[in-house]
Nanobody, 120 residues
Framework: QVQLAESGGGAVQAGGSLRLSCAAS?????????MGWFRQVPGKEREFVAG????????NYSDSVKGRFTISRDIAKMTVYLQMNNLKPEDTALYYC????????????WGQGTQVTVSS
């Protein structure tokens, strides 16, 4: 059973926009502190992009996306979103949704990823 299912990736030109979605299963919500988005390119470590606390909706971003990306969540739909505007070629990566545990205060569940490709 898929716990976190990402969608919305694709190919766009620089300056364009994409909206990623991550649908969470009910099991994912047990002891949930928050949700986050990460990205990874081949040969590099996975990089934090944005996070949001589930109850209060407090957001935080990496410096590289601040002002361009917006994370949000819909509690009723058990879905977290990442609105990406003014995309740059360096945003090209495999984007992962992740669950942050309230028990460990760490991200301990990951989706399969959705590819975002930005051409110049």
């Amino acid at each position: 059973q898929v716990q976190l299912a990402e969608s919305g990736g694709g190919a766009v030109q620089a300056g364009g926009s994409l909206r990623l979605s991550c649908a969470a299963s009910a099991r994912t919500l047990v002891s949930l502190n928050g949700m986050g988005w990460f990205r990874q390119v081949p040969g590099k470590e996975r990089e934090f992009v944005a996070g949001i606390t589930w109850r209060d909706g407090i957001m935080n971003y990496s410096d590289s996306v601040k002002g361009r990306f917006t994370i949000s969540r819909d509690i009723a739909k058990m879905t977290v979103y990442l609105q990406m505007n003014n995309l740059k070629p360096e945003d090209t990566a495999l984007y992962y949704c992740a669950r942050r545990s309230s028990a460990t205060q760490s991200y301990n569940m990951w989706g399969q990823g959705t590819q975002v490709t930005v051409s110049s």
